[in-house]
């Protein structure tokens, strides 16, 4: 039985996971999971990730969630070469700093931009605040100074001389606000080098096929049935658009934001146990 790839090249982490088996030669069977008409939320895909998330893998009866948890299997199971997870311990401390940092700030604030600038005006037809957009932005900004700063440095690649998981990683998520519509690499020499650099060691057609959707996202956004997001809509208004900095927070607000998180803990509980620690709780 071949291993299968539950994927939306839509997705950041979707594409680090695609780009990394074709590069490697692994096979497998691309199983599309499309997220803008709410198949995640399908009984079949379930059974595969109770997370409702991609990307996801069932290699036989083994299922994996959680993009840095299979790159991690396929570069264990299929020996690939190793610069992509180096053997010394210090560069590969460099490439696990990377991809410990990025969840909290390329992830998310590049993520953040793709649905400001997108898909909340041109797809929910909702308004965002210029000071939202702009707070955004500098956030970003912040990130990317960071990324050159602190994890390039005058360096060719992330963890040194070779393209490792950290530039992949990297790569995909610094994409999505361009998706939007935003030049990243604008201004920005050393950025756009090594953009050049990791492009080239990828492939330039591989890489361009992984991109293909997300640099298409501004003509796909016209054409997508918002109704399907509906039940997504409240969930992304409500962390990107919250109307509450510098006021008390609505009891009816937390009491929603707490649901969510419960919700979120639920997934940890093996069936038929009690929920002990509740979002209440995580405080202090």
């Not at 070779?162 to 530039?167: G, M, P, Q, R, W």
């Not at 090594?194 to 080239?200: E, F, I, Q």
């Not at 996202?217 to 658009?241: G, T």
């Not at 509450?244 to 707490?258: A, C, H, N, Q, T």
């Amino acid at each position: 039985m071949p291993l299968e790839i539950y994927l939306d090249l839509f997705s950041q982490p979707c594409r680090s996971v695609y780009i990394f088996a074709k590069k490697n030669n692994i096979p497998f069977e691309f199983k599309k999971i499309t997220l803008f008409e709410g198949e995640q939320y399908g009984e079949e895909f379930g059974k595969i990730n109770i997370l409702r998330k991609v990307p996801a893998i069932k290699d036989g009866d083994f299922t994996l969630a959680e993009s840095i948890a299979i790159l991690l299997y396929l570069v264990e199971k299929y020996g690939t070469p190793e610069h992509w997870f180096p053997t010394d311990l210090q560069t590969r401390a460099r490439v696990m700093e990377y991809l410990s940092w990025q969840h909290g700030a390329i992830r998310i604030h590049g993520s953040k931009i793709f649905w400001l600038k997108l898909m909340i005006p041109k797809v929910f037809g909702t308004e965002v605040p210029k000071e939202k957009m702009d707070s955004a932005m500098e956030e970003l900004n912040g990130s990317l100074q960071l990324l050159e700063e602190k994890f390039l440095q005058d360096k060719p690649f992330i963890a040194g001389q070779k393209i490792s998981l950290a530039d992949l990683v990297a790569i995909v998520e610094i994409m999505q606000p361009v998706g939007a519509g935003l030049d990243v690499f604008k201004d920005r020499p050393k950025l756009n080098a090594w953009r050049d650099r990791v492009r080239a060691e990828i492939g330039n057609d591989l890489f361009d096929e992984a991109h293909q959707n997300i640099l298409g996202a501004q003509d796909m956004a016209k054409y997508v049935d918002s109704s399907k997001l509906e039940k997504l809509k409240p969930r992304i208004l409500k962390l990107m658009i919250p109307k509450v900095f510098g006021k008390e927070v609505p009891k009816e607000k937390m009491d929603s934001v707490l649901q969510d998180v419960n919700g979120s803990l639920q997934l940890l509980v093996p069936p038929g146990q009690a929920l002990h620690c509740r979002a209440e709780n995580l405080t202090g």
